[in-house]
């Protein structure tokens, strides 16, 4: 278990566990909050970014915001996939539907998973994403559902990412929704609402 993580075990008989992945310069603990507000009594796996930018945690390494690291992109995503794996097997997960929160560098590296390993997670919630790269060729996410969270003035993320991104993953045959919300790259209370939503309709 070489990445740095929490575990939690589920406290209900749902079986679902929540894969946490966190934004540059965070750790293990910034998502646990959210994902405990969405539905406090299931599984939470979350593990630290290993790739340190000035002192900063992320899961893969970057040339200049938005500018990525394709080739260390390609060695983190399977490194976490076999972490996945592993964890999958070490706290009887198996059973258990993936539900991936990734926020901004998370959600980027849970898109990378998502198109390289499409059986690491069922479902996923993306805050804040780009996409780090297109496959070469078409994947199939059938049954894969994901809601995309962009944000109307993120300074970061440029609209036509969310936007394309929306539009592979239909291509792709997953279920995909998206909401725009009015405000920047953070995270903010709106995202949890629609979260909320989105998780009690579906799960
Ligand atoms: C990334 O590097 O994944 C994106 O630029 C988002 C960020 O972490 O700032």
Redesign the pocket.
Known sequence: MDFIHIFKRSSSPKKICFLLLH??GGDEKDLIPIAEEIDNSVAILSPRGKVIENGMP?YFK?IA??V?DLEDLKFRTKELYDFIIRAKVKYELEDHKMITLGY??GA?MAISLLFTFPNAFNAAILIRP?I?FEPKENINLKDKKILILAGMFDE?VNKEYPKRLFNLLIEYKAIVEIEWIPYGHNLTFDDIKIIKNWYYKNF
Do not use: V
């Open positions: 934004g540059t992320r970057r915001p938005g990525f901004s560098n980027n780009m780090p970061l």
